[in-house]
């Protein structure tokens, strides 16, 4: 079992950064691939990022490739996603998930889940 909190939401103009950071429990923690995905009002969850147990794969959607970066730190048991030049469109509640598996760009393949936190670009 897997627990999962986010934090580092919040608001911010167009262009701006943020760092969310995702801390999950437990001893087995680093042994999961995780995941971000985020979810606007009236769409789907969609995904983000992932990365692989020891941080050396990530994924990205097309969408934030070269704005957004995942990384690790296993000894913190803590997941990042660093958002640079953040646009209107990046608004949404960002979840961090993990997988009993591999990496995937599919929220089905992930089996836990973190409460989220609100990320809010102005124009």
């Known amino acids: 079992q897997v627990q999962l909190v986010e934090s580092g939401g919040g608001l911010v103009q167009a262009g701006g950064s943020l760092r969310l950071s995702c801390a999950g429990s437990?001893?087995?923690?680093?042994?999961?691939?995780l995941g971000w995905f985020r979810q606007a009002p009236g769409k789907e969850r969609e995904f983000v990022a992932a990365?692989?147990?020891?941080?050396?794969?990530?994924y990205y959607a097309d969408s934030v490739k070269g704005r957004f970066t995942i990384s690790r730190d296993n000894a913190k048991n803590t997941v990042y996603l660093q958002m640079n030049s953040l646009k209107p469109e990046d608004t949404a509640v960002y979840y961090c998930?993990?997988?009993?598996?591999?990496?995937?760009?599919?929220?089905?393949?992930?089996?836990?889940w973190g409460q989220g936190t609100q990320v809010t670009v102005s124009p």
């Open positions: 437990g001893r087995t923690f680093i042994t999961y691939p």
């Open positions: 990365i692989n147990w020891s941080g050396g794969s990530t």
């Open positions: 998930a993990a997988s009993r598996t591999a990496p995937s760009r599919s929220l089905h393949d992930y089996d836990y």
